[in-house]
């Protein structure tokens, strides 16, 4: 059993539902924050899925100097606390640098390290010491049991609401693969595992000025890790993802996602 971490009136780990964090990669505008936000909540709610909101206000490891980063983060954090206020949701937000931990952290509710950065010693204690919720992501490169050393840093300066966010493995150039032992690995260490099935489906620099990825694949990855065991989904999804201005071959298609949450819930449903 891995320790409850309570985020806002969500509850993750500790025996707690499957819980859903889910949102666009990167803030285009308010309107399409608030838009995929309130759908995603109204989906969630009607299958009793607990839902956080989460988008960046900057992906500041873009494969192309060219790339679309967010808006940055005065005006993005002015979103999140307008989608935080607006639809009543937790909301969960990346890090990349320690001057930016304070501020962000009077905001939102849940500071992720992504995983480039989650070896970043000082990031990942300035993060912790905030006393928020932490959700690490793995590094590509990193083994399951490597994340002892990530948990014992955020665990040093006192806190232990912990979330550690599977989200594939590098496997040769432009691929990522999804050892599903890494979950059961990982939550051996006593705090909350998220599996992150949009990431997992990428291809890093598969096109070679951006990622491309797979989107067709995020079902079966979510069906298997729910069935391995998890306690939450990470999922960015958007209306339009071939539109969208970051990670558009992997957000899965916000029409989907109904049938997708339906499936992990009876999963869910048929352990228990």
Same mark, same amino acid.
């Given at each position: 059993?891995?320790?409850?971490?309570k985020?806002?009136?969500?509850?993750?780990?500790?025996?707690?539902?499957?819980?859903?964090?889910?949102?666009?990669?990167?803030i285009?505008?308010r309107?399409?924050?608030?838009e995929?936000?309130?759908k995603?909540?109204e989906?969630?709610?009607t299958l009793?899925i607990?839902?956080i909101?989460?988008?960046s206000?900057?992906?500041?490891?873009?494969?192309?100097?060219g790339?679309?980063?967010?808006?940055?983060?005065?005006?993005?954090?002015e979103i999140?606390a307008?989608?935080?206020?607006?639809l009543?949701?937790?909301v969960?937000?990346?890090?990349?640098?320690?001057?930016q931990?304070?501020?962000?952290?009077?905001?939102?509710?849940?500071?992720?390290?992504? &995983?480039?950065? $989650?070896? #970043?010693t000082?990031l990942?204690?300035?993060? %912790? +010491?905030? !006393?928020k919720?932490?959700? =690490?992501?793995k590094?590509?490169?990193?083994?399951?049991?490597?994340m002892?050393?990530?948990?014992?840093?955020?665990?040093?300066?006192?806190?232990?609401?912990?979330?550690?966010t599977?989200?594939?493995?590098s496997?040769?150039y432009n691929?990522?693969?999804?050892?599903m032992?890494?979950?059961?690995?990982?939550?051996?260490?006593g705090?909350?595992v998220v599996?992150? &099935?949009t990431? $997992?489906? #990428?291809?890093?620099?598969?096109?070679?000025? %951006? +990622?491309? !990825?797979?989107?067709?694949y =995020?079902?079966?990855?979510v069906?298997?890790?729910?069935?391995?065991?998890?306690?939450?989904?990470?999922?960015?999804?958007?209306?339009?993802?071939?539109?969208?201005?970051?990670?558009?071959?992997?957000?899965l298609?916000?029409?989907?996602?109904?049938?997708?949450?339906?499936?992990?819930?009876a999963i869910?449903q048929a352990?228990?």
């Amino acid at each position: 059993m891995t320790r409850r971490v309570k985020i806002g009136d969500v509850v993750i780990g500790g025996g707690a539902p499957l819980a859903l964090i889910a949102g666009p990669c990167v803030i285009e505008s308010r309107d399409l924050c608030l838009e995929i936000g309130s759908k995603v909540q109204e989906i969630a709610g009607t299958l009793n899925i607990p839902y956080i909101f989460k988008a960046s206000f900057d992906k500041a490891n873009r494969t192309s100097v060219g790339s679309f980063r967010g808006p940055g983060m005065d005006q993005g954090l002015e979103i999140l606390a307008a989608v935080k206020s607006e639809l009543g949701v937790p909301v969960l937000t990346d890090v990349h640098e320690v001057w930016q931990v304070e501020p962000v952290a009077e905001v939102v509710d849940v500071l992720q390290v992504p &995983a480039f950065l $989650s070896r #970043q010693t000082d990031l990942v204690v300035a993060a %912790a +010491s905030t !006393g928020k919720p932490i959700n =690490v992501k793995k590094g590509q490169f990193l083994a399951p049991w490597d994340m002892k050393n990530v948990v014992d840093k955020v665990v040093s300066v006192g806190n232990e609401d912990l979330l550690l966010t599977e989200r594939g493995a590098s496997f040769g150039y432009n691929t990522l693969i999804v050892d599903m032992c890494s979950l059961p690995a990982m939550r051996s260490y006593g705090y909350p595992v998220v599996f992150d &099935a949009t990431h $997992s489906v #990428q291809r890093p620099g598969g096109a070679g000025t %951006a +990622s491309g !990825g797979a989107r067709e694949y =995020v079902p079966h990855l979510v069906r298997a890790a729910v069935a391995v065991g998890i306690d939450a989904l990470f999922l960015e999804v958007h209306p339009r993802p071939e539109k969208g201005l970051s990670d558009g071959a992997t957000m899965l298609r916000l029409k989907d996602l109904p049938g997708v949450l339906r499936q992990a819930k009876a999963i869910e449903q048929a352990l228990a």
